[in-house]
């Protein structure tokens, strides 16, 4: 397909611009102007919707069908909330009106949205506060890490080290290295769970946390998570709750409950926000009760008579992480949801997300190795290794899939399972859906074993074939120049 | 439950064929971690969520005339953004990890990649940052790496905002942050000079800078390099389409807020940084890259690229922890840019400029109201002082209908009298002509 | 190039001593472990490098791995041929497919490195894990 520049037209409009109604025109100084207009194609509007729209049917969505990519709980985006987030009132809102004189109180429905999010999170998470302010997971993680380092530099204690399951997302590690730590990694045990004896081995007074997710990627809930929590307290070190997988317990565990002290969240995850085709997402994060201090400024609080207000004197605060208020129109799409929901439906979304996992499991477990059994919360991780001693890979796999018109599960991840295929249904699947991508699991799973070449040179029904990433490194093309 | 499908028979069926029972699904987690029922308030139908977010969202005052910027911008955005933007196919994808199924999505980072590049005449962008102060501030990550030195200068007509943010993150870190004043509305040369040293990675500039001040940093450029220095500028998209380019000026890593290219101001977000360099620092450079490739069979298409270089493969040793950009913002910026294109982006910033100019001689022909730098060329923001506090004038203002404006004693001493007043083109002679009358009236 | 007189690091690379002089490259069984090599990050000459820091970086579509030194010393030459042609890598790994050489005043470091049949077992055990 051709890019856009490619269908660019000399002459051609794609918007009609008023006219200037002021009699002035500046001539700004030569030296200050670019000297050629920059090469952005001349197209018409319909050109640009027609290329747009040819470029959309290339996509993949949730609304396209069943997305089961483990660890990033692709669940249905509800249309009210794109609605609701294109009113006037909220999008048409200038972030810097609430710190004009009086500017607060123009401002008091948004603020609203953004002081019942916290309360409704910590309800849900069993937090004493949150801050909306992180722009996406990773975001959140970086926030939450660095309140560690500034609540160990308030108590004057010396850390250095946090511990990290050898299970855990990429984004850990490199959130705790970045805001200074050297990251210890802890391996986990036979049962897929974080070692709660080689926890023990690796404690010491330089421990400035742990971050564990929790179920983790195998989708195992560790039932010692108490105890490492306790331990991590036992030399004044901080438990760090990677909210990533929140979807498989939400309404039903509570994170504070589990002795956390830190919790950040993916909204874009277990609250339904869309992920965008990469972003925009929301990481709030929430603290217990002896961490409120450090949260970023500013955060929302409620004043006697009833009115939204946003507080900057916060001296302890490790200050500004965003330049506003985090992904407003994220939030707005989460509260949306969470109004939505109440008590009762939060515990359904736990139990049929965990429900449907538990299906596909159970029904594929014949046909694919499983390295860890036992029960599992939102999804399940296989491992193609019986596939690939007949030259069948993952990677081979995933396609396969794609013929089928799924989306392949999450791939290669996590890095402890070899040949992984981890598969995240979410609560909103049909049985019928599950049945039908269960079938097309096991139909490659016999061919595999009979006809490996069937298997091996998919995909055959997309627009490209598999692609050349080493070229594609190797001879760096990664802008249309004029 | 519209957003759960299955029925309690169909769960029912589906535990009896793997032979479980509800109580099951949870028998693994400690019967005292379970919570009873959460306080929260009851599920509200779909009629009665949107009646109550209407509610809400008619209590933000929105009628207010927009004279408001600060790096944030009331611009105009052509329908046909949103109506391509809102395709379900795009929003409800995530990072394209099989390519195969992602051509929209990649074709359009590339595409997106490809705009930037043209528009800022850098070699190389990326799949987008969170937003203009982050992307900043992994430009200046990216310099403390490329250089192996810990010195960065930072001259104070940068946006506060951002500044206060790259102070929170540093903190932790063992670099030399300097601030130098500005002179007179512009990067003070003498100071940075001063400071400009062989342990300097970077100076860090703005254009137009937070007083809508138009510079043209290519001697800094040149005295930065010759200390083996980086120059990283900030800078506002739709000034491109008539302002000379950071790579015009020999700037190393360009970086900016694209919330001005088609998204709305949505109370701070969700925006979208930009971040460009030049090809030698391509592996620095933080954050998804979209490259070009082919298939077996010959045709074209699009990949993640470079992605060793992230923290999915290289866990503690990556360049940044970020694993996500903003892909749909950094398709509506796409879509928006093809829309006005190379003659509609011109003159969109032509008429910024013009409609500032305007608004120049009408407010400073009040009496009293004054600029407050001598003689500078401006894009469409500008600073005039005012006989009085300045909060308080755009306070009384706010009762007239206006958001007159930004105080900047907010981030600068001695500017209480000081107001930044911002002009798009959406702003009419007529809405100009009456924030002149309204001030004049308040003063 | 043969495989003679070469020693190896637990972190693949290898090291050939002539005089004073010590040439680095990456083992062939990392070459394979990495998969398509697409980009190399060298010193230039003159840089200062220590035994089990990293002199470098090598980046393949799926990883990105440090290049530790085997030996003190003073980088005296670069081949930076070998990276404007990656498949080098494959094709002679030992050969023109060097990296970078050392100059060191203390060859006897190398003493504690493994030698060829050292190598191969250490790298059988690599494999299972």
Redesign the interface.
């Known amino acids: 397909m051709k890019l856009v520049f490619e269908k660019s037209v000399p002459g051609r409009r794609g918007l009609t611009i008023s006219k200037s109604d002021v009699s002035t025109s500046i001539n700004l100084k030569a030296d200050l102007l670019r000297d050629k207009p920059a090469e952005l194609p001349e197209l018409s509007e319909l050109d640009v919707v027609r290329h747009f729209t040819e470029l959309s049917r290339r996509n993949f969505g949730v609304d396209t069908n069943f997305y089961p990519l483990g660890s990033c709980t692709m669940k249905y985006n509800p249309k009210v909330a794109e609605r609701i987030a294109a009113y006037p009132g909220f999008a048409h809102l200038h972030p810097l009106i609430p710190q004009l004189r009086i500017g607060g109180i123009l401002t008091q429905g948004a603020l609203q949205v953004l002081y019942e999010t916290d309360l409704l999170l910590r309800e849900i998470c069993g937090m004493a506060g949150f801050t909306m302010q992180p722009m996406a997971g990773a975001h959140g993680e970086l926030t939450g890490i660095m309140m560690m380092a500034a609540y160990h530099k308030d108590r004057g204690n010396k850390k250095t080290t946090v511990l990290i399951p050898d299970s855990a997302h990429g984004t850990n590690p490199a959130s705790a290295a970045i805001a200074g730590y050297v990251v210890k990694a802890v391996p986990s045990d036979d049962n897929g769970l974080m070692d709660l004896a080689k926890v023990k081995k690796m404690l010491n007074d330089e421990v400035a946390g742990v971050m564990l997710t929790c179920p983790n990627t195998l989708g195992l809930f560790n039932p010692h998570v108490r105890e490492i929590c306790d331990l991590i307290h036992s030399v004044d070190g901080l438990a760090y709750y990677d909210g990533a997988n929140l979807n498989a317990i939400v309404g039903k565990v509570r994170p504070g409950d589990l002795g956390f002290d830190i919790v950040h969240l993916n909204l874009h995850k277990t609250f339904a926000t869309p992920h965008g085709g990469g972003g925009p997402g929301a990481g709030p994060v929430g603290v217990v009760e002896k961490l409120v201090d450090f949260l970023p400024v500013s955060i929302v609080v409620k004043r006697e008579d009833g009115t939204y207000a946003l507080e900057y004197k916060r001296p302890k605060s490790i200050g500004y992480i965003a330049p506003f208020y985090g992904n407003f129109g994220i939030i707005l799409r989460a509260y949306v949801y969470m109004l939505m929901q109440g008590d009762e439906g939060l515990k359904r979304i736990a139990e049929n997300a965990v429900l449907n996992a538990n299906y596909i499991k159970e029904k594929l477990k014949p046909h694919y190795d499983l390295p860890h059994p036992q029960t599992c919360k939102h999804e399940c991780v296989f491992s193609a290794t019986r596939q690939a001693a007949k030259g069948v890979h993952g990677i081979d796999i995933a396609k396969a899939i794609i013929d089928a018109g799924f989306h392949p599960p999450t791939m290669y991840f996590p890095m402890i399972v070899k040949e992984a295929l981890m598969i995240e249904p979410t609560e909103c699947e049909s049985k019928e859906t599950l049945d039908a991508f269960i079938e097309t699991m096991i139909d490659i799973a016999k061919r595999a074993q009979t006809d490996p070449e069937s298997v091996t040179d998919c995909p055959k029904t997309t627009p490209v074939g598999r692609l050349d990433e080493t070229k594609a490194a190797r001879e760096l093309n990664i802008a249309s120049l004029a | 439950?519209?957003?759960?499908?299955?029925t309690d028979e169909?769960?029912a069926?589906?535990?009896a064929?793997?032979?479980?029972t509800?109580d099951?699904?949870?028998?693994?987690?400690?019967k005292e971690?379970?919570?009873g029922?959460?306080?929260?308030?009851?599920?509200?139908?779909?009629q009665q969520?949107?009646d109550?977010?209407?509610?809400?969202?008619?209590?933000?005052?929105?009628h207010?005339t927009?004279f408001?910027g600060?790096?944030?911008y009331?611009h105009f955005i052509?329908s046909?953004v949103?109506?391509?933007t809102?395709?379900?196919?795009?929003?409800?994808?995530?990072?394209?990890?099989?390519?195969?199924?992602?051509?929209?999505?990649l074709?359009?980072i590339?595409?997106y990649?490809?705009?930037?590049?043209?528009?800022t005449?850098m070699?190389?962008?990326n799949?987008?940052l969170?937003?203009?102060?982050?992307a900043l501030y992994e430009a200046m990550m990216m310099a403390l790496s490329a250089t192996g030195r810990n010195k960065i200068i930072i001259d104070d007509s940068v946006n506060p905002?951002?500044r206060?943010?790259i102070?929170?993150?540093t903190?932790?870190?063992k670099i030399e942050l300097i601030e130098t004043q500005n002179e007179d509305g512009l990067a003070n040369r003498e100071a940075i000079g001063k400071q400009l040293d062989d342990k300097t990675a970077a100076i860090i500039v703005q254009n137009p800078n937070f007083f809508g001040c138009?510079d043209?940093f290519t001697d800094l450029s040149e005295m930065a390099h010759k200390k083996g220095a980086l120059v990283i500028s900030s800078v506002y998209p739709i000034s491109?389409?008539?302002?000379?380019?950071p790579g015009?000026m020999g700037v190393d890593i360009a970086t900016g807020?694209g919330q001005s290219l088609g998204m709305?101001?949505?109370?701070?977000?969700?925006?979208l940084g930009f971040i460009a360099t030049r090809k030698p620092l391509?592996?620095k450079m933080p954050g998804?890259?979209?490259?070009?490739?082919?298939?077996?069979?010959g045709?074209?298409?699009?990949?993640l690229?470079?992605?060793?270089?992230?923290?999915?493969?290289?866990?503690?040793?990556?360049t940044?922890?970020?694993?996500?950009?903003?892909?749909?913002?950094a398709?509506t910026a796409?879509?928006y840019?093809?829309?006005?294109?190379?003659?509609?982006?011109?003159?969109?910033a032509?008429?910024c400029?013009?409609?500032?100019?305007?608004a120049y001689?009408k407010l400073t022909s009040i009496p009293g109201v004054t600029p407050h730098f001598r003689a500078k060329?401006v894009f469409n923001e500008m600073v005039l002082d005012l006989p009085c506090d300045a909060?308080?004038v755009?306070?009384r203002l706010?009762?007239k209908g206006f958001?007159a404006g930004?105080?900047l004693s907010?981030y600068y001493k001695g500017m209480e009298n000081s107001i930044l007043v911002a002009v798009t083109?959406k702003r009419?002679?007529?809405q100009?002509g009456m924030l002149a009358e309204a001030l004049e009236a308040v003063l | 190039m043969s495989e003679e007189n070469l020693k190896f690091t637990e972190t693949h690379e290898w090291a050939r001593l002539d005089g004073k002089v010590v040439s680095v490259g990456l083992s062939a069984f990392a070459i394979e472990q990495l998969g398509d090599v697409v980009y190399l990050e060298l010193p230039k000459p003159g840089d200062e490098v220590s035994k089990g820091a990293s002199f470098g970086l090598v980046e393949s579509v799926k990883a990105a791995s440090d290049m530790y030194a085997p030996i003190d010393g003073v980088v005296s030459e670069v081949n930076y041929e070998v990276a404007d042609n990656l498949d080098l890598l494959k094709t002679d790994p030992y050969g023109s497919a060097w990296l970078i050489k050392i100059e060191s005043s203390d060859p006897s470091q190398l003493d504690t490195l493994m030698d060829t049949d050292k190598y191969e077992q250490f790298c059988a055990t690599q494999v299972d894990q």
């Open positions: 439950m519209p957003y759960i499908s299955n169909q769960r069926a589906m535990l064929e793997i032979g479980m509800p099951d699904l949870f028998a693994d987690v400690p971690f379970l919570c029922k959460l306080d929260l308030p009851e599920a509200r139908s779909e969520v949107r109550h977010l209407a509610e809400l969202a008619g209590k933000n005052h929105i207010l927009c408001l600060g790096g944030f009331d052509p046909a949103y109506a391509l809102s395709r379900s196919e795009f929003y409800t994808a995530y990072t394209p990890y099989q390519p195969e199924v992602s051509q929209g999505t074709q359009a590339y595409e990649q490809s705009m930037i590049c043209r528009l005449e070699d190389v962008s799949a987008s969170y937003d203009g102060g982050t905002i951002y206060v943010m102070q929170s993150y903190r932790n870190l138009i043209d491109l389409g008539i302002l000379k380019t015009a807020e709305p101001m949505s109370f701070g977000g969700p925006y391509v592996r998804r890259i979209v490259g070009q490739t082919m298939d077996a069979q045709r074209c298409g699009f990949v690229t470079l992605q060793a270089r992230e923290q999915h493969i290289r866990r503690d040793k990556a940044s922890n970020i694993c996500s950009n903003e892909a749909l913002c398709l796409l879509v840019m093809s829309l006005l294109g190379k003659e509609g982006l011109r003159e969109v032509q008429l400029a013009d409609k500032a100019s305007y001689q060329w909060a308080d755009i306070g706010i009762e958001a930004f105080p907010r083109e009419t002679k007529q100009i």
